[in-house]
């Protein structure tokens, strides 16, 4: 009886220490809180990329508020990160903005396509949308130069040029209203 106690006593352990090897580090709590609005952010463009394709106005006027909300979480909890994070959080943040990235892109480039479906009045509503996006993704980028590390500015940096280049030539098609 002992030697089989002492057996799965030995069996528990070492099933316990694979498990533990198992288990992947996650990012600190107030990086992890960043990434997961970041999550959010990608989502609620996708929303936004189906209503601009299939909805009316109303639908993309309700997701583009809803991108707004989950835009103001990401900076709320992002920019709260005032120091340098650890290189192992940052392939996590730059992990998420490297997935995040075309999906903006996708959706300002189906915005862009779009722009002569809409009414005058609907183009000035994009517009302002377009402004406020771009400006919260400009307030983003100098918080995340903020805290990534120096050694991952490039990735970084290439992510928002992407970023940028599309929303520039996105806001172009809605500029020309006046």
């Known amino acids: 009886m002992q030697i089989s106690g002492l057996l799965v006593t030995l069996f528990s352990l070492i099933i316990s220490?694979?498990?533990?090897a198992v288990i992947t580090k996650r990012a600190a709590p107030n990086v992890q809180t960043c990434i997961t609005n970041l999550a959010t952010v990608g989502d609620r463009l996708s929303t936004l990329q189906g209503s601009v394709t299939e909805?009316?106005?109303?639908?993309?006027?309700?997701?583009?508020n809803a991108l707004d909300d989950a835009m103001d979480d990401a900076q709320?909890?992002?920019?709260a990160i005032t120091g340098v994070i650890s290189d192992a959080d940052a392939s996590e943040v730059l992990n998420t903005l490297g997935n995040i990235t075309p999906t903006v892109v996708n959706a300002l480039d189906t915005?862009?396509?779009?722009?002569?479906?809409?009414?005058?009045?609907?183009?000035?509503?994009?517009r302002g949308h377009l402004n406020t996006f771009d400006?919260?993704?400009?307030?983003?980028?100098?918080?995340?130069?903020?805290?990534?590390?120096t050694s991952n500015?490039?990735?970084?940096?290439?992510?928002?040029?992407?970023i940028k280049?599309?929303?520039t030539t996105t806001k172009a098609a809605y500029n020309h209203l006046f």
């Open 153 to 162: 500015a490039s990735t970084l940096d290439g992510y928002f040029n992407r």
């Open 111 to 126: 915005i862009k396509s779009k722009e002569n479906t809409y009414s005058f009045v609907s183009k000035i509503f994009i």
């Open 17 to 20: 220490a694979n498990a533990a």
């Open 55 to 64: 909805g009316g106005l109303l639908n993309v006027n309700h997701d583009y």
């Open 76 to 79: 709320l909890n992002c920019c």
């Open 135 to 149: 400006d919260k993704s400009s307030s983003l980028n100098t918080c995340f130069s903020v805290f990534i590390p």
């Open 165 to 167: 280049a599309a929303f």
